[in-house]
């Protein structure tokens, strides 16, 4: 397994919408693996496809205390939601921001596995929200997105602030 390199706001990358998986392998299972292991080690509890540059429609959550329950959903679609809940959220493409974002109390989903068998999924608070935010990285849509345009400046310019320091001591 591999550690895999997370993109970060405002990388362009970040905006592609990702199209659906066709072929569930063994290439893709050791990707997914891969996945698991940036998205613990980060520390996360939800990372997608796009995240790490890969512009499939594929996401991997773990919502449990013990980092012992993971979940992959491929070509995930919501199919109801109701309810509002404002949650605050954080990504592992903005580090280091957390901000109330308001979005559907409950959820339906439908996915597939890492063995290509189709499941539906109901789910309310934390992982409602886990899986709403990854959609979105699916659709090229982040969490700043639902912020004002001065915030998300703000932050768009604190991160490239930060990158360019960061490189700076790598050299």
């Given at each position: ?46 990372l997608a496809a796009t995240q790490v540059n890969f ?23 919501i199919t109801h939601k109701d309810g509002v809940e ?41 992982l409602a929200v886990c899986i709403q935010h990854e ?37």
């Open positions: 397994m591999a550690k895999l390199e997370i993109l970060h706001f405002p990388d362009k990358r970040l905006r592609t919408k990702a199209v659906d998986i066709v072929t569930i392998d063994d290439a893709l299972r050791l990707f997914i693996a891969d996945m698991y292991e940036t998205m613990y080690d980060a520390p996360g509890i939800g512009h499939k429609r594929l996401i991997v959550i773990d919502v449990s205390e013990d980092k012992d329950d993971p979940l992959c959903l491929i070509n995930p679609a404002t949650m605050q959220e954080g990504c592992l493409s903005v580090p280091g921001f957390y901000e109330n974002v308001e979005r559907a109390e409950h959820i339906t989903v439908k996915a597939l596995n890492q063995h290509g068998e189709a499941f539906e999924l109901t789910a309310e608070g934390l959609i979105d990285h699916l659709d090229g849509k982040l969490f700043v997105d639902y912020l004002s345009p001065l915030k998300r400046n703000r932050i768009r310019k604190k991160l490239i602030r930060t990158d360019k320091e960061l490189a700076q001591q790598a050299k």
